[in-house]
């Protein structure tokens, strides 16, 4: 029996800018693509800082998110891409502000440059069906 692809593709947040779709639910994992500050409305950066830069690619990853039936709880794995390594710290103190318990993996990079010349971008992989989060201590 094969594999249903389920594609995710919500208003709330910002159109793709490219030949991708928002998300892709695959068994059960929903594939993020990498969510920029971007205001749905007008497709442009919002103005500010790189925190407030932070907290809308959060918001619009949560639109996303919450369109396949998943939240912040059930992220298993992100990925950030950063313009400027020295931003480290402000973007996990945004993070913070959405992932509050049970973080889930997550790698960081710098990058030479990032669509419509972002600060940030975040991507995510994420169950769709319940999660039991137990603690393994070795």
Known sequence: MP????????????????PYNQGVILDSILYVSGCLG????????????V?????QALRNLGYILTAADSSFDKVIKTTIFMS???DFGEINEVYKEFFVSNYPARSAFQVGKLPLNARVEIEAVASVNDLNTVESKL
Request: a neutral charge; charged letters at 35%; glycine letters at 2%.
């Open 84 to 86: 400027d390594m020295n």
């Open 38 to 49: 971007l205001d749905k409305d007008t497709m442009k950066l919002v103005e500010g800082d």
């Open 51 to 55: 925190a407030t830069e932070t907290r």
């Open 3 to 18: 594999l249903i692809r389920k594609i995710i593709n919500t208003a709330n947040a910002p159109r793709p800018i490219a």
